[in-house]
Each structure stands twice: as structure tokens, then as C-alpha cells.
């Protein structure tokens, strides 16, 4: 494009005016009467650019719309997905913060709609028991909204662990938490054994009780866990947290809970996948059961540290 320089005037500088008053930056009245662009709009416009990290200067160039437009999305003004070239702009940029404090992590915060954004869309989806496509569509960014509470004001570089618990938390958390855990396969219920096995060596008022499925669970619990070695089954809506990053699962675990919440879901049910491929061959030992009934009731009891 033709770079647009003080003096210039007409529909195009309206439309540069509109974009930066809405974005904060300062306009005489004189010069958005006239759709003029005056020095007030070329000021604007050199503040915009050392905001943007664009080099100095007070003309619209190619750089600066593209920034501007970008600048000027909103989270859930379009449909984000995965494309080449990317999509890109600040509403993409929203997204990853939340993602990012939710527990769902994108990386650094970058604007693009890359392939670690879809991935934390899709795992931010499955964990509301929404269709895990990658494509944030509004009911993704009403999810996110519902969350509003969680991730305001929090910083958002991402990943955010919540670290282990020590003994005497743990315990606090265990005895003032009802919570109801079940499982689907022989493994997922030698470790959902084991957790309980270690929840009551913790505190003898533990309120981690083993149940045989979701509809055996107390009304009045927290969460009931559902540990499974398998994929979701197509079509369940039920939420669903990969284990892999077992860092980040305590966040993850907490924003399911706090989703269902807002939504008036109670008690809520979120599934625990563990790793794939565990089978009784060899390949799952007693150590390997161990292992992970230490992490997993380490990450629930840190959801619950509040």
C-alpha cells in the first residue's frame, strides 16, 4: 500500500483515526471532524508504532495497518483455527494468555494461531467436554469467559505449575476435600487403589473415598475423578485432562472444576487419561503404579489448595 502521510484526508484516515482512538491513542476533535490527518493523528500514529516496535516514523505504511488491524481484534470477534499463514492479531494473543494462567499451555504469547495454540485448544476443549477440534468457535471463548474470575489479572508467559505439595498440606487439603475416585481398567484402578492407599496413610480424616463408577459418587463431593488408560469414547462430553504434563495438571484439573461450576454442574466428573499403551505386559510395573498414584494425588491435592 501507498503510505499514508500527514496531510493526507478522506475515508482512509477516518478509518486509521477510529481504529487508534479505540485503542486509546489521542485525536484532536478537529482532525476526526475533518478527517484530517493532522499532527495529533501523526503523534498517534509514532506512539502506535514504538508501541508495536515498528521503526520510528508518523506515516501509515503496510507494517502499520497490518499492526493496527491486528491491534484492533478482540478475544471471540472471529472464529480462530489452524491455517497457513497463520492467523495472527491480538485477539489470538488474549487467547494464549488465558490458555496460558488456565494451565493449557501455548508457549510464549505470541499473536500467531500456530500449532501449539490449536494444541491447547484442543486439550482447553476436552477438558470442558466440548468436540476437541483445534477451532475456537464462540462456545470456546464462552468457556474461557465463564473462567473470567480465574484468569484476570494473572500473569500469562506459560506454562504456570503449581509444584508439589508438602505432607502437611497435602493432609489439610485431604481433610476438608470430599472427593470420589473411580476407573475404568484394571491399571487405572490398581492406581486408584494405590492413591487411596496413600490418601489415608496421609491423614486418617482423608475424604478421598474409591467408588465402583460416577453414579455410585456422593452428591455433596467436590469431584469425582474418573482415572482411564484410553482415548475419550467419540461423542462423551464428559471432561477429559491428558496426564502427560502432569506440571500443569493441577491447573488444568482446577479450571475443569471451576467450569463446571459455572455452568451449575455439581458434583463435577473429569476424567484422568493416563498415559497410553499400559498394559500388563511388562511394560506397567508395581513401581510404574506407584509412580503415578504419588503424582496424581500430589496434582489433585494442589487443585484443592485454595
Known amino acids: 500500500m501507498e503510505p499514508i502521510r500527514e496531510g493526507a484526508s478522506g475515508a482512509a484516515v477516518e ?35 514504538m508501541d508495536q516496535d515498528i521503526p ?32 495472527h492479531g491480538n485477539d489470538v494473543l488474549e487467547l494464549q494468555k488465558c490458555l496460558n494462567i488456565l494451565g493449557f499451555s501455548c508457549g510464549k504469547p505470541d499473536g500467531c494461531y500456530g500449532v501449539y495454540t490449536e494444541a491447547a485448544v484442543k486439550e482447553f476443549q476436552e477438558s470442558q467436554g466440548m468436540l476437541a477440534d483445534g477451532m475456537a468457535f464462540p462456545d470456546t471463548f464462552d468457556a474461557i469467559e465463564r473462567l473470567h474470575h480465574v484468569w484476570a489479572g494473572k500473569p500469562a508467559d506459560g506454562p504456570h505449575p503449581m509444584g508439589g505439595m508438602g505432607f502437611a498440606r497435602a493432609a489439610g487439603v485431604l481433610e476438608h476435600t470430599q472427593i470420589s475416585l473411580t476407573a475404568e481398567d484394571p491399571i487405572s484402578r490398581n492406581v486408584a487403589g494405590r492413591i487411596w492407599n496413600l490418601a489415608t ?6 475424604g478421598l473415598d474409591i467408588v465402583e463408577s460416577v453414579d455410585a459418587s456422593r452428591p455433596d463431593d467436590d469431584v469425582v475423578i ?28 482446577r479450571t475443569a472444576v471451576e467450569s463446571a461450576h459455572a455452568n451449575g454442574v455439581r458434583p463435577p466428573v473429569v476424567r484422568l487419561e493416563l498415559p497410553h499403551g499400559l498394559a500388563y505386559d511388562g511394560t506397567f510395573t508395581t513401581s510404574d503404579a506407584q509412580t503415578f498414584a504419588v503424582m496424581l494425588l500430589d496434582a489433585i491435592c494442589s487443585a484443592f489448595n485454595l
Not at 483515526?17 to 493523528?41: A, M, N, V, W
Not at 506515516?59 to 472464529?79: C, F, I, N, P, Q
Not at 496413610?201 to 482423608?206: E, I, P
Open 56 to 87: 520510528l516514523g508518523t506515516e501509515v505504511d503496510g507494517a502499520t495497518w497490518s499492526a493496527l488491524v491486528d491491534a484492533g481484534y478482540k478475544m471471540g470477534d472471529r472464529t480462530l483455527y489452524l491455517r497457513l499463514p497463520n492467523l
Open 201 to 206: 496413610a496421609t491423614t486418617d480424616k482423608s
Open 226 to 253: 474418573v482415572l482411564g488408560t484410553t482415548d475419550l469414547p467419540e461423542g462423551s462430553k464428559l471432561a477429559n485432562l491428558s496426564t502427560e504434563e502432569i506440571e500443569s495438571l493441577p491447573l488444568r484439573l
Open 15 to 49: 478509518d486509521i483515526q477510529e481504529r487508534l482512538t479505540s485503542l486509546g491513542y489521542k485525536i484532536d476533535e478537529h482532525e476526526l471532524g475533518e478527517k484530517s490527518f493532522g499532527p495529533t493523528t501523526a503523534n498517534a500514529v509514532g506512539r502506535f508504532r
